[in-house]
């Protein structure tokens, strides 16, 4: 333990050392002329503005600017005057107990490249690929289209795949190495969870000042597809509405309803349903998610006592001792899992100190605690995009 934790020193002071002059800023802070942390804090982390930036498409409304696209004299091509491109790289050393071997350099962890702009008036694109991920070519997760105004109705339009859990809470911007485990909890054999889907969302907000989703999914991950990317007739659908009480205080709510079918005579049938929250007081920041889930039948054994109840959630705290221009942050991160498929069981908690070199440089510390397993891990690298 004594020699990750000098290890650990050892990178942190070469990071310090050698990264004060990265100043270079990803594809949307170039395309609009301002700082990343307008919409991360910390990177990669969303702001409530950062969050609505997305929702929109990564548009920023009737505000694109003109120096961004060519003069084509056609009033029916929005044409980009650059491709605009961005890369992301994570690196991370590492210590697990209980693991073989314990200590280990995993760098890059994450190398990816993004690209994200504007198509035509209200319609965007995003996509990124990730050369690398835990050493492997990962391939393309988000790809997706954006309607924002679908024929001047308020309602927005997104087809591609991402994940089903964004609307609630974005694990790809989480800021702890720790994920949220129970958006990947998946019992038996079955398929559908909420990370990673292809589908069709319909978002709007009602007059009320509600957030309401609307989601079609396949239901079956992102896999490749051999003729056909759904592996079963079924489509899963997924439901959300959010309402912000006040200013720093939002409540939401959600249903999932899926069905999968692995041969003649074996069905799962999966409802998922629960809540989350977050709420701010001053410059403490609280969010949590609940989530249970039931499976009729997710090993297909066909049988009648196999049906499975999975239930969890998490709990985040963030402390920023500046709000938004902080220089350091700190976060505690709590998960539990349990389900009567006792793999998916988890207990952890974990704690994160993040320092801020550039808006676009982030390295940090994290402890986490398996409670579960009884197992430590100590993680120590950087976030970083340009």
């Known amino acids: 333990m004594r020699r990750i934790l000098i290890l650990a020193g050892l990178c942190a002071f070469v990071f310090l050392l050698t990264t004060e002059r990265l100043i270079a800023i990803p594809a949307f802070a170039r395309k609009y002329d301002m700082s990343c942390n307008v919409c991360h804090s910390p990177v990669p982390k969303l702001k409530p503005f950062g969050e609505e930036f997305a ?8 505000k694109e600017p003109p120096r961004f696209t060519r003069e084509t004299g056609d009033d029916k091509l929005v044409l980009m005057r650059e491709l605009p491109l961005a890369i992301r790289m994570d690196g991370y050393a590492r210590y697990r ?16 490249i993004l690209s994200g702009g504007t198509i035509a008036k209200d319609v965007s694109y995003y996509f990124y690929f ?15 289209l954006t309607f924002n105004d679908l024929w001047s109705t308020g309602v927005g339009l997104t087809v591609g795949q991402y994940q089903v859990s964004d609307p609630m809470f974005k694990r790809e911007t989480r800021p702890t190495f720790e994920d949220y485990v129970i958006y990947k909890a998946r019992p038996g054999n079955a398929k559908a969870d909420l990370t990673y889907d292809r589908g069709a969302t319909l978002s709007a907000t009602l007059p009320t000042e509600t957030d309401a989703f609307f989601s079609i999914l396949n239901g079956n991950g992102i896999g490749s597809g051999a003729g056909s990317f759904d592996k079963d007739p079924y489509k899963n659908f997924f439901f959300r509405l959010a309402q912000l009480l006040d200013s720093t205080f939002l409540v939401g709510g959600f249903a999932y309803l899926g069905k999968e079918r692995a041969g ?29 889930r ?27 001792p500046e709000l938004d221009r902080s220089t350091w942050y700190l976060f505690l991160l709590y998960n539990r899992v349990s389900s009567d498929d006792a793999a998916l069981d988890y207990h952890s908690v974990a704690g994160n100190f993040s320092y801020i ?15 579960e397993r009884k197992s430590h891990a100590v993680t120590v690298g950087f976030v970083t995009a340009f």
């Not at 107990?97 to 990816?112: A, H, R, V």
């Not at 990730?130 to 391939?139: C, P, Q, S, T, V």
């Open 357 to 371: 070199l550039a808006r676009n440089l982030k390295i940090m510390g994290e402890y986490a605690y398996d409670l």
């Open 294 to 320: 039931g499976d009729s039948d997710p090993f297909f054994l066909a049988g009648k006592d196999s049906a499975f109840k999975t239930r969890g959630g998490f709990l985040q705290l963030a402390f920023s």
């Open 97 to 112: 107990s209980n693991n073989d071997p314990e200590n280990d350099f995993q760098l890059p962890y994450i190398l990816k």
């Open 55 to 62: 929702a929109n498409g990564f548009q920023l409304p009737d």
């Open 264 to 292: 003649p005579g074996l069905t799962n049938r999966t409802t998922m349903f629960g809540g989350d929250a977050s709420f701010q007081i001053g410059k403490f920041e609280l969010a949590g998610q609940f989530l249970f």
């Open 130 to 144: 990730l050369f690398n991920e835990r050493g492997d070519i990962a391939g393309v997760e988000d790809a997706l």
